[in-house]
């Protein structure tokens, strides 16, 4: 844990590095499709959640070697369960006066255990 806290136990910071970076940020937003069932109004009367995933982001300082397709292990704990994390996207930012940046771009499958 980063810092000394005070008051009310809050995580701060993130608790590990992600990717081989010095992990500035790391996300997840779990999402799910979903098939709604209407009446003969119109209303819906049912609704269905299946094919559940998430999509992971990560920035963080240094140049990422992560290839696209491949299996990424989380070291952080982000609540998603069994599944698969897959890298789809790598981006790498250079600039005049600022550190090399990676973002690196996943999707979380709970259905698929590699």
Do not use: P, W
């Not at 990422?64 to 981006?91: H, Q, R």
């Amino acid at each position: 844990m980063c810092g000394t806290t005070v008051g009310q136990q809050l995580t701060f910071g993130v608790a590990s590095d992600e990717a081989s970076l010095v992990t500035q940020s790391v996300s997840a937003t779990r999402k799910s499709d979903k098939k709604e069932a209407r009446d003969k109004c119109g209303d819906i009367i049912s609704v269905t959640y299946y094919n559940k995933h998430a999509e992971v982001s990560i920035e963080g300082l240094g140049s990422s070697a992560a290839v696209i397709g491949a299996a990424l292990t989380m070291s952080n704990t982000l609540g998603l369960g069994a599944g698969t994390t897959v890298i789809e996207e790598v981006t790498l930012d250079l600039a005049n006066e600022e550190y090399v940046k990676s973002s690196i771009k996943a999707m979380h499958y709970s259905g698929i255990n590699v």
